[in-house]
Each structure stands twice: as structure tokens, then as C-alpha cells.
């Protein structure tokens, strides 16, 4: 099996998002799987037209030459397709929204009805691929990822991908933080690897891996105060200058 990754933070190898990102692909290489990760923000993609030329004019292919033409090719042979990112303002980021949006040239114009509901078949030669968010959190509360996830679930009911689930990292910042310093936290990125594993060995990840990526890593008072204690010290110190 193949894995296409796509880690959408702009932070790259250096976000909170990597921390679980990582992990979980080589989760996915030890359960067997080919994996390819690729950055959003190296990529060069424009966003969509909109003028349906994929569908009409040049159907399977966008008029515009850049990186999704790649992404596009990768996308045949992908078994998995894990989309990672942060919630930014509720959502994905913008890097990511334009290269979900340009992968349309997969979808064929025509309507099916599927559960009652307007859908496009894949092209031909795409897979019906796995799709599973990786996605990190500044805010502390696991209610913050309800609206991405939301739009990840949708996204896979159009693109005739199965939702496979979704490893989420509430309070992010506190989350590399402990890492980095060496506190109890590895027990999360070992559930994040074991999730891969699942997923490659097991066709799906178990709930009590899922929840052990999420858990709560310090109380809702204490991340505030010292969230905004840092913000606080990093103003004053650039005030200073």
C-alpha cells in the first residue's frame, strides 16, 4: 500500500502539527505502507478557477500548470491520504483549502445519486483511498476541531474517499513544550505511531489509540495562565526594542 501525506501548517518540520504528523507515518511504514509527505507551503498551487474547464474543456486536467498536476499523479497509486494541518481560524489553511480545491480534474462532471444525495464519481484510475486528519490546536478544548473535522468528513463523502478518523492534539503549544523538555508526554507520540500501525496492519484505528493522541496533557487554568504569560513576556520583550 502507498500513503500520500500533506502537512498544511506553514511552521513545515517545525510545527506542532509534525509532532503528530511524524509519528504516525512511521506508524504507517512499520505497518508496511509506502509513505510520501509532502509540504503544503513548497508547493507551487494557484487557486481554482472555477470556470470548470477540468470537467468541459480539458476533462481530467486543469488548465493551469503547476504543482497539482504532480499531486494529481500521485493521487492514482494512493491507498491512504492523510491530511495534516492546524485549525486556523476554525478551519484548514489557506495552502491547503487551494490544494484540496484543485484536486477536482478527479472527479467526473456528471451527478450520482448516492444515499439520496448529488455526488461525483472518481475518475477513472483514482482509488476510493482511506483518508485520515492529523490535525493540532492551540485552544485547549477538543470541541475547537468539531468544524475541520466536519469539513474533512465532507470532503470524503465528494471525493469517494472512506473517513478513516482522526488524530487531534488539543493545546498544541503545551504539547512540544513538554517535549521538548522531557516531561510524561511520550506515551502520545507512541499512541500516534501505534495509530499508523493500526491503521496499515488493522484497516482502521482503535478509539482508545485515537483518545491516548488527545488526552489531556495539563488543566484548562494552567494553560491559560502560562499561555498568556509567554504572549505577555514575548510582547514586553519586543516592546523593548
Same mark, same amino acid.
Given at each position: 500500500?502507498?500513503?500520500?501525506?500533506?502537512?498544511?501548517?506553514?511552521?513545515?518540520?517545525?510545527?506542532? =502539527?509534525?509532532?503528530?504528523?511524524?509519528?504516525?507515518?512511521?506508524?504507517?511504514?512499520?505497518?508496511?505502507?509506502?509513505?510520501?509527505?509532502?509540504?503544503?507551503?513548497?508547493?507551487?498551487?494557484?487557486?481554482?478557477?472555477?470556470?470548470?474547464?477540468?470537467?468541459? &474543456?480539458?476533462?481530467?486536467?486543469?488548465?493551469?500548470?503547476? /504543482?497539482?498536476?504532480?499531486?494529481?499523479?500521485?493521487?492514482?497509486?494512493?491507498?491512504?491520504?492523510?491530511?495534516?494541518?492546524?485549525?486556523?481560524?476554525?478551519?484548514?489553511?489557506?495552502?491547503?483549502?487551494?490544494?484540496? /480545491?484543485?484536486?477536482?480534474?478527479?472527479?467526473?462532471?456528471?451527478?450520482?445519486?448516492?444515499?439520496?444525495?448529488? &455526488?461525483?464519481?472518481?475518475?477513472?484510475?483514482?482509488?476510493?483511498?482511506?483518508?485520515?486528519?492529523?490535525?493540532?490546536?492551540?485552544?485547549?478544548?477538543?470541541?475547537?476541531?468539531?468544524?475541520?473535522?466536519?469539513?474533512?468528513?465532507?470532503?470524503?463523502?465528494?471525493?469517494?474517499?472512506?473517513?478513516?478518523?482522526?488524530?487531534?492534539?488539543?493545546?498544541?503549544?503545551?504539547?512540544?513544550?513538554?517535549?521538548?523538555?522531557?516531561?510524561?508526554?511520550?506515551?502520545?507520540?507512541?499512541?500516534?505511531?501505534?495509530?499508523? &500501525?493500526?491503521?496499515?496492519?488493522?484497516?482502521?484505528?482503535?478509539?482508545? =489509540?485515537? &483518545?491516548?493522541?488527545?488526552?489531556?496533557?495539563?488543566?484548562?487554568?494552567?494553560?491559560?495562565?502560562?499561555?498568556?504569560?509567554?504572549?505577555? =513576556?514575548?510582547?514586553?520583550?519586543?516592546?523593548?526594542?
Amino acid at each position: 500500500m502507498k500513503a500520500l501525506a500533506f502537512n498544511g501548517s506553514p511552521e513545515m518540520e517545525k510545527s506542532n =502539527t509534525s509532532l503528530i504528523l511524524d509519528p504516525f507515518l512511521d506508524g504507517l511504514r512499520k505497518g508496511g505502507v509506502e509513505t510520501e509527505l509532502l509540504y503544503t507551503m513548497r508547493l507551487k498551487i494557484r487557486p481554482c478557477l472555477g470556470d470548470g474547464s477540468c470537467w468541459v &474543456r480539458t476533462p481530467g486536467k486543469c488548465v493551469q500548470n503547476d /504543482d497539482a498536476t504532480s499531486v494529481l499523479a500521485k493521487l492514482h497509486e494512493a491507498d491512504i491520504v492523510v491530511l495534516g494541518c492546524p485549525v486556523y481560524v476554525d478551519g484548514m489553511p489557506g495552502q491547503m483549502k487551494n490544494l484540496i /480545491d484543485r484536486l477536482l480534474p478527479a472527479l467526473e462532471p456528471y451527478f450520482n445519486l448516492k444515499d439520496g444525495h448529488c &455526488r461525483h464519481a472518481l475518475r477513472q484510475g483514482y482509488k476510493p483511498a482511506k483518508a485520515v486528519l492529523v490535525s493540532n490546536c492551540g485552544f485547549w478544548e477538543m470541541d475547537n476541531f468539531v468544524p475541520l473535522v466536519t469539513h474533512v468528513k465532507a470532503i470524503c463523502k465528494n471525493a469517494s474517499w472512506e473517513y478513516a478518523g482522526a488524530l487531534l492534539r488539543p493545546h498544541g503549544p503545551a504539547f512540544n513544550y513538554m517535549l521538548e523538555h522531557g516531561l510524561s508526554v511520550q506515551d502520545v507520540v507512541e499512541a500516534a505511531c501505534r495509530a499508523g &500501525r493500526e491503521l496499515a496492519r488493522e484497516g482502521k484505528m482503535q478509539e482508545a =489509540t485515537l &483518545r491516548t493522541v488527545s488526552r489531556e496533557l495539563l488543566p484548562l487554568n494552567k494553560y491559560v495562565e502560562t499561555t498568556n504569560q509567554f504572549f505577555k =513576556t514575548a510582547i514586553d520583550k519586543h516592546s523593548e526594542h
